[in-house]
């Protein structure tokens, strides 16, 4: 079983830069592949971007040369650096962990705002 919390989201200009955190409690998070999903107000959620337990990344084409996912297996810990936020980057972000043959798990969320 694995438990998700999600920390740095917050209020930022456009432009600017936040790191977001997902902390992850209980056992096995190694073997996890993990992403990022984000939820606008109005919309479905969406993929942002994912890595897998070896470290694999993918991106969606929105977010290409702006975030960047890793992990840090030792701290248990899933991150999300984002660059250049724009308005539309605007979403409750999520942290995901799935792995065949596993439930999959889901954080509670932590959300961006992009204003001026």
């Known amino acids: 079983q694995v438990r998700l919390v999600e920390s740095g989201g917050g209020l930022v200009q456009p432009g600017g830069s936040l790191r977001l955190s997902c902390a992850a409690s209980?056992?096995?998070?190694?073997?996890?592949?993990m992403a990022w999903y984000r939820q606008a107000p109005g919309k479905l959620r969406e993929l942002v971007t994912n890595?897998?337990?070896?470290?694999?990344?993918n991106f969606a084409d929105s977010v290409k040369g702006r975030f960047s996912i890793s992990r840090d297996n030792h701290r248990n810990t899933l991150y999300l650096q984002i660059n250049r936020l724009k308005p539309e980057d605007t979403a409750v972000y999520y942290c995901?962990?799935?792995?065949?043959?596993?439930?999959?798990?889901w954080g509670q969320g932590t959300q961006v705002t992009v204003s001026s």
């Open positions: 995901y962990a799935y792995s065949t043959g596993r439930p999959d798990h």
């Open positions: 209980g056992s096995g998070f190694n073997i996890y592949d």
């Open positions: 890595i897998t337990s070896d470290g694999v990344t």
